[in-house]
Antibody, heavy 124, light 107 residues
């Protein structure tokens, strides 16, 4: 049974750095084709893909946020960490982590298990 | 970036209706498209991947089709638990963009 759970601060001040941790179980991030991604959703708005880290430590970022994001993994702890620098009120959103299945094409790609999400508010 | 558009953005339907949602990509994405259902306050749920493959445990009234730039999600007979917002996502190239969503409401 795959589960993921996000943790981190619920409130950050503008210009601060946000650090979110995704703790997962039921799979290993050293298995070929597996990844963990981060997706966010501002209140009342659509989903936005942020970043993805693969089993082989390949990392991919949203170009619009790449300069502010860092994604890392700790395979032994079953955790993935996302940091976002220089937070702004527009970054207020629910942040989700999700299990990603991919690998060598033509394998299908998808996010099949999601955490419950954590609401982060950016305000002074 | 590949842009996704969804139509309609909102639809009002009755239980038992057949519902079709369209997702269009700004460039070809082969079959690297997924559909998600999201209910208020909940995480998205994967319904369909690879444009037409039903995720395990998802009712067969959901189906997907398409390839290239045009895709559809069909609910053959809308059930009360299907009232939600539906998102498409392309996974052909980074960034893995989402569509703006289609909210399905009760008529």
């Amino acid at each position: 049974q795959i589960t993921l759970k996000e943790s981190g601060p619920t409130l950050v001040k503008p210009t601060q750095t946000l650090t979110l941790t995704c703790t997962f179980s039921g799979f290993s991030l050293s298995t070929s084709g597996v990844g963990v991604g981060w997706i966010r959703q501002p209140p009342g708005k659509a989903l936005e893909w942020l970043a993805l880290i693969y089993w082989d430590d390949d990392k991919r970022y949203s170009p619009s946020l790449k300069s502010r994001l860092t994604i890392t993994k700790d395979t032994s702890k079953n955790q993935v960490v996302l940091t976002m620098t220089n937070m702004d009120p527009v970054d207020t959103a629910t942040y989700y982590c999700a299990h990603f299945y991919g690998g060598i094409r033509p394998n299908p790609y998808y996010f099949d298990y999601w955490g419950q999400g954590t609401l982060v508010t950016v305000s002074s | 970036d590949i842009q996704l558009t969804q139509s309609p953005s909102f639809l009002s339907a009755s239980v038992g209706d057949r519902v079709t949602i369209t997702c269009r990509a700004s460039q070809g994405i082969s079959s690297y498209l997924a559909w998600y259902q999201q209910k208020p306050g909940k995480a998205p749920k994967l319904l369909i991947y690879a444009a037409s493959t039903l995720q395990s445990g998802v009712p067969s009234r959901f189906s997907g089709s398409g390839s290239g730039t045009e895709f559809t999600l069909t609910i053959s007979s809308l059930q009360p638990e299907d009232f939600a917002t539906y998102y498409c996502q392309q996974l052909n190239s980074y960034p893995f963009t989402f569509g703006p969503g289609t909210k399905v409401d009760i008529k």
